[in-house]
């Protein structure tokens, strides 16, 4: 599907931009220099008659955004959480896009369900709803199951949604060659590589098999957490393209003044979000990828309900412990300590100065502490955040995407239920528990048990791995003879030592 005709797609996206007045919007909310702004309109302004029309009813942005299709949507879903960064205004008009998108017909969705069920909707559900919310991918209903007067939440695919994505994403592939072309100083964030995490990502949430997965995994690691619920998933009505879980009931988290009226604390719940998310993050090394207001409810006694498991994190134990170590020393103020931390994971290459990148974070990270919340600009705090990572080579990590996209939603969202939140406060028990619990004498006796038990499974081998490494020991190829025996024979020695160590830690455990 890649190739020259994704011209035409990024052409119709500035044209639409332009029909729509979300350019001029766009171009204020960043307050770009004027150089920047005639080169956009020169490129865009000849190719508007081109650009699709969209809802004239909604705003300028949220109308070329659901004009172009769903992964632009998706773009404007995680804008509408930051408030601090695209303004009050626009957040609150970008939210339309979280639930409230138009609805395919019932009769579509109907058959789609029969089809992926094998049965009719009648003969499994004694009620089932309109639409009760639309986003980019699906639309949900409320319904009632016939069997068990159950009632849940029945989550159907846009029909055609996956051709749509990939048509989209080809366009970005573009997109993201061109720009790397072009600005070879943006080689460095490796856009062709985020395009494709992206695409990872998004293709995954078109299978709600795999969210009906990720939704009963999440609820078993997170059954533990005071003040947090996950719907649970029915899997008999469940499917590829058709998703059944219980009904959550409770008031958006979006809803402020509904928030309010109901007496519920919005100061702790935004302290709550923050913390839940780190711990899923830091604690299981499995987070919810995708936390706007639009996917959390807050329940009657104030339990925090998340729903819309399509889009999931994952990082393995090692990142965990860079991620904290690094949030650990901002938290502190120990800057020393958090470049070390890069160059440690090989997060900045080797031959850049050590002291100078660490008087850089501190610029970075001193502006923050002492001031009042209402005043720090993020948007002043990436950009400075971007010239530093330039400065010093840093490569984006593909790995850390989606945790550090969802960690910008979530403080959205925290902020948006408490602006004088303080981000830093609220972190620090939740990462100096993960610390004490991970980094430390007991992790590292951990880690050697887990060591032991990997090398115990494989101590039916230990003689024909010992056997293969003599025997290569004792004829080595002739050019290398003299170079590698030695060399070998210590290798051998460690084999057999670390083999025959880790079976008796394996059967002591």
Same mark, same amino acid.
């Given at each position: ?59 300028? /942005? ?14 404007? &879903? ?19 896009? &979280? ?82 072309? /072009? ?166 290459? %080797? ?9 850089? /974070? ?73 610390? %004490? ?11 050697? %048990? ?13 003689? &024909? ?41 394996? &059967?002591? /455990?």
């Amino acid at each position: 599907m890649r190739g020259p005709h994704n011209i035409w797609r990024l052409i119709r996206t500035g044209a639409t931009f332009v029909r729509t007045g979300a350019m001029t919007v766009v171009l204020e909310a960043m307050d770009a220099p004027p150089r920047m702004r005639l080169a956009l309109w020169a490129v865009s302004w000849p190719f508007t008659f081109l650009g699709l029309r969209g809802d004239p009813a909604l705003p300028p /942005l949220t109308r070329a955004l659901t004009a172009l299709g769903p992964a632009y949507i998706k773009f404007g &879903q995680i804008l509408s959480t930051r408030s601090d960064i695209v303004g009050e205004v626009l957040a609150e008009q970008l939210k339309y896009l &979280q639930d409230k998108l138009p609805p395919f017909p019932m009769a579509e969705a109907k058959a789609m369900i029969a089809a992926e069920i094998g049965a009719p909707v009648e003969s499994l559900f004694s009620a089932f709803s309109e639409p009760v919310a639309a986003a980019s991918i699906a639309q949900v209903h409320r319904a009632r199951v016939l069997e068990t007067g159950r009632d849940v939440a029945v989550k159907v695919l846009r029909p055609g949604i996956e051709r749509a994505f990939r048509r989209d994403i080809d366009a970005f592939y573009l997109a993201a060659e061109v720009i790397a072309y /072009l600005a070879p100083f943006s080689r460095r964030l490796r856009p062709v590589e985020v395009i494709a995490h992206f695409e990872g990502v998004v293709m995954g949430e078109l299978d709600l098999r795999l969210e009906s997965s990720a939704a009963s995994e999440f609820a078993d690691n997170t059954k533990g957490d005071a003040g947090f619920q996950i719907p649970k998933p029915v899997w008999a009505l469940s499917g590829r393209s058709v998703m059944t879980l219980d009904w959550a009931e409770g008031l958006s988290l979006a809803d402020n003044a509904a928030l309010d009226a109901a007496g519920h604390d919005r100061p702790a719940l935004a302290k709550r979000v923050l913390g839940l998310f780190l711990s899923h993050a830091l604690r299981d090394g499995l987070f919810h990828g995708d936390m706007h207001q639009g996917n959390l409810k807050v329940a009657a006694n104030g339990d925090i309900i998340a729903y819309d498991f399509g889009i999931m994190g994952r990082i393995d134990e090692y990142t965990r412990r860079v991620y904290a170590e690094i949030l650990m020393g901002f938290i502190s103020r120990d800057y020393r300590r958090v470049a070390e931390v890069h160059f440690e994971a090989g997060y900045v290459p %080797a031959d850049r100065d050590i002291d100078e990148f660490s008087r850089a /974070l501190r610029a970075v990270g001193e502006p923050i502490f002492g001031m009042d919340a209402t005043r720090m600009s993020m948007a002043r705090l990436l950009a400075f955040l971007f010239e530093v990572t330039e400065k010093f080579g840093m490569e984006t990590r593909t790995e850390l995407i989606l945790l550090q996209r969802t960690m910008v939603v979530v403080e959205g969202v925290a902020r948006e239920l408490d602006p004088q939140i303080n981000i830093w406060s609220t972190a620090r028990p939740v990462v100096e528990s993960y610390i %004490a619990h991970s980094i430390g004498p007991l992790a590292t006796l951990r880690d050697l %048990a887990r060591a032991a038990r990997v090398l115990t499974r494989f101590g039916p081998r230990l003689p &024909q791995l010992v056997e293969a490494a003599l025997i290569r020991q004792a004829a080595p190829p002739p050019e290398t003879k003299l170079r590698t025996r030695p060399r070998r024979r210590w290798l051998v020695f460690a084999l057999v030592g670390a083999a025959a160590l880790g079976f008796a830690l394996g &059967q002591v /455990l």
